[in-house]
């Protein structure tokens, strides 16, 4: 599996492929803390420390190609605070040219159906900026951000699925933003 290996591709390949059984030797402490998750989430042993391998390997495909600053979500929600309005639209207009070097380097296919998988969804599950959910019904999409940063990040937010949309030549139906709801409705065209 290559970089341009999909979420999707490699959950799939991980449930149709026969297991192997391995040892490996754990410092104490670090089995003490995953028997203690593995109880909390009533999972075995064996699947939660698979589970924890599948998500470091998909972080590392998916997020890794592009330097990316980790920092705390206070600091975040600050910096947020002191930019302007133009402030805001110029840097999340910036989202395609983001976006689209992440997947030249990646070798994904710049669609909205990847964007959604590769980015949308990986950037949801790793990074704490939003909640995404999504659905599709054969060429309608109904894309929902759900976050608690403030109000000038869920404009910064808009600004920036938006132009990564508007990329694509997508035509947007409706874009809502409210009380820490973003929703982007549209139909998918085939060109």
């Known amino acids: 599996m290559g970089l341009h290996t999909?979420?999707?591709?490699?959950?799939?390949?991980?449930?149709a492929s026969p297991t192997n059984k391995v040892s490996i030797r754990l410092p104490n402490a670090t089995l003490k803390v995953l028997k203690k998750k593995a109880d909390e989430k009533d999972l075995p042993l064996s699947s939660l420390i698979v589970k924890i391998l599948n998500e470091n390997v998909l972080f590392d495909i998916h997020l890794k190609p592009l330097p990316y600053v980790i920092l705390s979500q206070v600091l975040f929600e600050e910096i947020i605070k002191t930019m302007t309005d133009?402030?805001?639209?110029?840097?999340a207009s910036m989202g395609p040219s983001i976006v689209t070097r992440l997947f030249q380097i990646s070798r994904w296919e710049y669609d909205v159906d990847s964007v959604i998988e590769n980015y949308f969804m990986m950037i949801s599950k790793y990074c704490g900026l939003f909640q995404f959910k999504k659905q599709v019904q054969h060429n309608h999409?109904?894309?929902v951000f759900e976050t608690k940063l403030g109000t000038k990040w869920e404009k910064f937010l808009s600004i920036f699925v938006r132009s990564i949309l508007e990329s694509m030549r997508i035509h947007i139906d409706l874009e809502s933003f409210n009380d820490g709801i973003i929703?982007?409705?549209f139909v998918k065209r085939e060109f």
């Open 6 to 15: 999909t979420l999707y591709e490699i959950e799939n390949a991980r449930m």
């Open 86 to 91: 133009s402030q805001i639209d110029k840097v």
């Open 141 to 143: 999409y109904h894309l």
């Open 183 to 185: 929703i982007f409705e």
